[in-house]
C-alpha cells in the first residue's frame, strides 16, 4: 500500500513539473506547414440520397487552419443542374475567419446553411447524380521571418561570428502560400556589400492563387527593397499566377555598412487571394 | 542488286517445303524421289510440298487446339445461320467442355461444370442456398481430388492441382465471349459503339482464337495459321479506337438469351460494312504499303455500309433503284439532322418494349371449318404506364393466284380491334380465317399497331457565358467534364426516340455566348426496335426562353414544336432515321448568356427535355401450308 502511494506521489510530481498544454501552446508556432480553409457538410446535410419532391439542408461547415485570417470570403455551390435540384441561395459570403492562434489554437469555424430542393427524376429513371462544387474564394496574408546570418566580409573566411548559409529551404509558414527557398548573395559593392535575398513562393495548397501584392521587407526591422521577379508580372509589387505556373520570385536587396558578421531576423509579408474548388455529389434515388 | 521475283520465291519456298515433307513422311519422299528420277526437279518440289502439305494437316489435326481453330471457323462463318437459341448454347457448351477437357487437359473441369450447371441449370441464381449449399462444396471438393490426384500420382503438389481448377474459368470466358459478352457489357454500361467495338462484336471468331493459340504441336501450317490469326485481329483491330465507356453497373449475371439478344440488337443496329480485316487487305493490294490505306479502307467500309443499307431494302445491287437508294443515303449522311446520334439513359433501367411472336406450336397444317387459328402472342413492357391504344389486324395472304384471306382476332370486335392499355400487357391473340381457304400456300401475318406510345430524351449542355477559349478549356477540364460527360442525348431503350443536339458544333457540351458562334439545335427521331413508325404525333423539344430563327415562319415546320400536316411522308416514317427540322438559336435567357452576371456563376448546367409521341406497328409473319 505504501509503495502504491509513493508511486502516485512521484507520479504527480513528475506531471506537475511536465509541460502542460498551455505551455506548448504559449511556445507554439502556428505559422509553420501548410494550412488552408477546410471544409465539410454536417452529417446528413445533406443526406447521401434524396427522394423527388423532398425538401433538404446543406449545412457547410468552414474551418480556418491557416495561421492567417480569411477575409472577404465567398462561398459557391457550382453545377447544381435546376431542372433536378433547387438550392438556395446558391452563394454565401463573409468578412472574417480567423486563423489560428494563441486564442484560437484550432481556428474559427463557420456554418452556412443552404436549403434545397429535390424535383422529379427523369422518366422511370433509378437515380441521378449530380456533381457539384463549392467553391470559396477568400484574401488573405503570409508573413515570412527567419533569423539570417550576414557576413560582409568577403575576404574574411575565418570570422568567428555566425555561418552564413547560402540556401534555406522551408515547409511552409502556416498558409497555402508558402516562401519554400531562399538564397542568400552577398557581393562587393563599392566600400561595402550588398546583400540579396531570392525568394521563392509557391502554392502548396489545393487551390489556386491568384493575385499576389508584396507588403514590406526588413532586414533587422530595417526596410529594405523587395519586388517580383519573372513571369505574369502585373508591376514590380503584384503578380498574377496562372494555372499552371503557381509559383513565383521575390528579390529583396539591401547594402550593408557593417563589416563584421552577424545575425539578424529578414521578414517579408505579402496578401494574396485564394481559392478552393471541392467536388461533391447529391443523389436522387427513386 | 535485283530483287528475286515472286516465281523464284515461290520455286524456293516449294522446294523448302518438299524436303520437308521428305523428311516427315518417308512415302512422300519416295513419292517425290521417283519424281524427281524421273527428271523433273520442279515436279519433285510440288510433289513434296503437296505430301508435306499433307502430313502438315493429318499432324495439325491431331492437335485439339487446332481443331477447336477449324470448328470455331466453321460455326463462325455460318453463326449468321445459326437463329437459334438452343443450338447457340449446345455449340457454346460443346466448345466450353471441349476446351476445358482437351485444351486445358481437364485441368479446370470441375469449375466449369459447376458454372454451367449453375448458370444453365440454376438460371445463374444468386440464392446464397444454392451457392452456399451445392456450389460451393463441390468447388471445394473438387479442387481437393484434383490436388490429391496431383499429390499422389506425383504429377505436382497438392496446392498446385487444387489451384489448377481456376484455369476452368477460361473456357468459361470464352462462352460468354462468344454468346455476346462484349454486346451485352456494351449495352449494360452504355459503352458508346465506337469501330473497335463493332469489330470485336462482328468480326471475331474467339473460339478459333483460343484453340490456335491453345495448339501444343509446331509445324508450319500452325504456325501459319497462328501468324493469319494475329494478322487478321490486328487488321480488324487497327481500323478502330479505343473506346470510351463510363459508370453505372448491374450486379445480376445475364442469361444466354440476353446475350444473344444484346449481339443481335448490336448488329441489327449497325449497318453491316465490310470486314476491315478483308477492307485492310483488299486496300494494301489496292493501293500498296505507301498509299493512303486508311483513306481507302474508310471509303471501303463507308460504301459497304451504305451498300448494306439499300440492300436491307431489298433493291437489287445495280439497278437505277439501287444507285437512287445510295444516292439518298449519302446525301442524308450529309444532313444535320441525320447526323445526330444519342445513346440509351443509363439511368433507366426498364425502357418501353414490345414483343409480338406467332406460337408456331399453334400452326396446324390442316384446315378445320371453325377450328383453324394461329396464335401470336404480344408481351408490352410499360414501366411508365403511359396510357396506349393496341390495334391487331391479320391476314393470309396467298402466295398463289388465290385471293388473301382477312383474319379475325377471336373474342376482338372486327371493326376497331382495339384495346386500352395503361400498364404492363400480356395477351396472345388468335387469328381465324374469315373465309375458308383456297389456296395452299399463304404467307400468315398479323399486326399490332401501338399508338400513342411517348418517349422522352435529355441533353445537358453547360452555359458559360463570354469567355476567352482558355479559361472555358480549364472550366472544362476541372469542373464541367465532372457534372457532364459526354455531348450526346440519353433516352431510354425504347422502341423508338428522340436524338437531340444543341450547341456551337455536334456533341460539343459548352455553350458559349460569342457573337462569331451560331447555335443550332438538331433531332431526328430514331427508330430503335424491330417493328415500324406509323406516325408521328407530336414532337416537342422544351427550350423555354429561347427563340429560334423558324419561330416566326408560319410556312416551315417549326423545330421546337411539330408536326405541321404533311410533314412526314409514309416513306420517311420508313427511314430508321426521320430527320427534324434544324434551325438556328436566335436568343437565349439571359441567366444562361451571362450566368455571372445573373447567377453569380461561372458556369450553369441545364438539363433540356425533347419528347414525342408515335404509333409503332410490329409485324409478325411466318409461311403456312394448308391441307384439308
Known amino acids: 500500500m505504501k509503495k502504491i502511494i509513493l508511486i502516485l506521489i512521484i507520479a504527480l510530481f513528475l506531471v506537475g513539473c511536465g509541460s502542460g498544454y498551455g505551455q506548448e501552446a504559449v511556445s507554439y508556432n502556428f505559422k509553420q506547414g501548410m494550412g488552408e480553409l477546410k471544409t465539410t457538410f454536417l452529417s446528413n446535410a445533406p443526406p447521401d440520397k434524396l427522394y423527388p419532391g423532398s425538401n433538404f439542408k446543406m449545412i457547410l461547415q468552414v474551418e480556418n487552419q491557416q495561421a492567417y ?26 468578412q472574417e475567419l480567423k486563423g489560428r492562434s494563441l486564442l484560437i489554437p484550432g481556428g474559427d469555424k463557420l456554418y452556412f446553411e443552404f436549403d434545397g ?22 484574401d488573405s496574408s503570409l508573413d515570412f521571418t527567419d533569423t539570417v546570418c550576414i557576413n560582409p566580409n568577403l575576404y574574411d573566411t575565418y570570422d568567428s561570428g555566425c555561418k552564413k548559409k547560402e540556401r534555406s529551404s522551408y515547409s511552409g509558414q502556416g498558409a497555402p502560400l508558402a516562401v519554400t527557398n531562399m538564397e542568400q548573395i552577398v557581393f562587393p559593392s563599392g566600400t561595402g556589400a550588398n546583400v540579396e535575398f531570392r525568394l521563392e513562393l509557391a502554392n502548396r495548397g489545393r487551390g489556386k492563387v491568384g493575385y499576389i501584392n508584396l507588403g514590406s521587407g526588413k532586414l533587422g526591422g530595417k526596410l529594405i527593397t523587395c519586388e517580383f521577379k519573372g513571369k505574369y508580372l502585373v508591376d514590380k509589387r503584384r503578380v498574377e499566377l496562372k494555372e499552371k505556373q503557381q509559383q513565383t520570385k521575390v528579390v529583396c536587396k539591401t547594402f550593408l555598412n557593417d563589416q563584421r558578421s552577424y545575425e539578424t531576423p529578414l521578414s517579408v509579408d505579402f496578401t494574396y487571394d485564394y481559392g478552393i474548388s471541392e467536388q461533391h455529389q447529391l443523389t436522387m434515388i427513386r | 542488286m535485283a530483287k528475286p521475283g515472286i516465281g523464284e520465291l515461290a520455286g524456293a519456298f516449294a522446294a523448302k517445303a518438299g524436303s520437308a515433307g521428305s523428311k516427315a513422311v518417308s512415302g512422300a519422299s519416295s513419292l517425290g524421289g521417283v519424281a524427281s528420277s524421273a527428271g523433273g526437279a520442279v515436279k ?73 450447371v449453375w448458370y444453365i441449370f440454376y438460371g445463374s441464381t444468386l440464392n446464397p442456398d444454392i451457392l452456399l ?40 470466358l470464352f462462352f460468354f465471349l462468344d454468346l455476346g459478352l462484349i454486346a451485352l457489357l456494351q449495352k449494360t454500361f452504355f459503352i458508346n459503339i465506337n469501330p473497335l467495338v ?72 449497325l449497318p453491316k460494312a465490310e470486314n476491315p480485316s478483308y477492307s485492310n487487305f483488299a486496300c494494301f493490294w489496292e493501293v500498296g504499303f505507301v498509299g493512303d490505306v486508311k483513306g481507302c479502307v474508310n471509303n471501303r467500309q463507308k460504301s459497304s455500309a451504305l451498300r448494306s443499307i439499300c440492300t436491307k431494302k431489298e433493291f437489287k445491287e445495280g439497278t437505277n ?32 418494349k414490345a414483343t409480338f411472336t406467332i406460337d408456331e406450336k399453334s400452326i396446324s397444317q390442316f384446315y378445320t371449318l371453325g377450328a383453324y387459328s394461329i396464335t401470336t402472342d404480344l408481351k408490352i413492357d410499360n414501366p411508365r404506364n403511359q396510357p396506349l391504344t393496341v390495334v391487331v389486324n391479320c391476314t393470309f395472304k396467298s402466295k398463289g393466284s388465290y385471293k388473301d384471306v382477312k383474319g379475325k382476332i377471336r373474342g376482338m370486335d372486327m371493326e376497331k380491334n382495339e384495346i386500352k392499355v395503361n400498364g404492363e400487357y400480356e395477351n396472345s391473340f388468335d387469328c381465324e380465317p374469315t373465309v375458308k381457304f383456297e389456296g395452299e400456300r399463304y404467307d400468315f401475318e398479323i399486326i399490332a399497331t401501338l399508338k400513342d406510345l411517348n418517349s422522352k430524351a435529355r441533353l445537358e449542355r453547360a452555359f458559360v ?34 436524338n437531340f443536339d444543341l450547341g456551337h458544333v455536334k456533341e460539343e457540351i459548352v455553350i458559349e455566348d460569342s457573337p462569331y458562334k451560331n447555335i443550332l439545335l438538331r433531332s431526328n427521331i430514331q ?23 423558324t419561330d416566326m415562319d408560319s410556312i416551315k415546320p417549326n423545330c421546337k414544336t411539330g408536326p405541321i400536316e404533311n410533314q412526314f411522308t409514309a416513306k420517311q416514317l420508313e427511314q430508321r432515321t426521320i430527320a427534324l427540322p434544324v434551325c438556328s438559336i436566335t436568343h437565349m435567357p439571359p441567366e444562361l448568356k451571362d450566368p455571372e452576371e445573373y447567377l453569380k456563376l461561372k458556369w450553369v448546367p441545364k438539363t433540356f427535355v425533347a419528347e414525342f409521341t408515335y404509333d409503332y406497328q410490329l409485324t409478325a409473319k411466318k409461311s403456312i401450308t394448308i391441307k384439308e
Open chain 2, 198 to 269: 463493332q469489330n470485336l462484336i462482328l468480326f471475331t471468331p474467339w473460339w478459333a482464337i483460343l484453340g490456335i493459340f491453345a495448339t501444343k504441336k509446331e509445324n508450319f501450317l500452325i504456325t501459319l495459321s497462328k501468324f493469319v490469326a494475329i494478322i487478321y485481329i490486328l487488321s480488324v483491330l487497327t481500323f478502330g479506337v479505343v473506346p470510351d465507356a463510363f459508370n453505372t453497373a448491374g450486379s445480376v449475371l445475364p442469361g444466354p438469351q440476353q446475350f444473344v439478344d444484346a449481339q443481335k440488337q448490336i448488329e441489327a443496329q
Open chain 2, 133 to 172: 449449399y451445392a456450389m460451393a462444396p463441390a468447388l471445394f471438393i473438387g479442387m481437393a481430388v484434383h490436388g490429391l490426384y496431383s499429390k499422389l500420382s506425383k504429377k505436382g503438389s497438392f496446392a498446385g492441382g487444387s489451384s489448377g481448377e481456376l484455369i476452368g474459368l477460361i473456357p468459361v
Open chain 1, 69 to 94: 485570417d480569411a477575409l472577404n470570403g465567398q462561398i459557391t455551390l457550382v453545377g447544381l443542374d435546376g431542372t433536378y435540384f433547387k438550392v438556395q441561395p446558391n452563394f454565401r459570403d463573409f
Open chain 2, 44 to 116: 519433285g518440289a510440288v510433289w513434296g510440298a503437296g505430301a508435306a502439305a499433307g502430313s502438315q494437316v493429318v499432324n495439325a489435326i491431331a492437335d485439339p487446339g487446332f481443331i477447336l481453330f477449324i470448328a470455331g471457323l466453321v460455326t463462325f462463318f455460318f453463326r449468321g445461320f445459326i437463329d437459334n437459341i438452343t443450338l447457340t448454347i449446345l455449340l457454346g457448351t460443346i466448345f466450353m467442355f471441349y476446351s476445358s477437357i482437351f485444351i486445358f487437359k481437364a485441368r479446370g473441369v470441375v469449375l466449369t461444370t459447376l458454372f454451367w
Open chain 1, 117 to 138: 430542393n429535390a424535383y422529379e427524376l427523369f422518366q422511370n429513371s433509378i437515380q441521378y447524380n449530380n456533381p457539384y462544387f463549392v467553391e470559396i474564394h477568400y
Open chain 2, 321 to 352: 433503284e439501287f444507285n437512287d437508294c445510295i444516292r439518298e443515303e449519302q446525301e442524308k449522311q450529309k444532313n444535320q439532322a441525320y447526323s445526330v446520334s444519342g445513346d440509351i439513359d443509363p439511368n433507366i433501367d426498364k425502357p418501353t
Open chain 2, 527 to 549: 427508330n430503335i426496335g424491330s417493328g415500324k413508325i406509323t406516325a408521328i404525333k407530336s414532337y416537342n423539344i422544351d427550350l423555354e426562353g429561347f427563340s429560334t430563327d
Open chain 2, 465 to 498: 457565358g463570354n469567355k476567352t477559349i482558355k479559361e472555358i478549356e480549364e472550366l472544362k477540364k476541372t469542373q464541367i467534364t465532372q457534372k457532364i460527360r459526354d455531348g450526346k442525348s440519353k433516352a431510354p431503350a425504347d422502341l423508338a426516340r428522340i
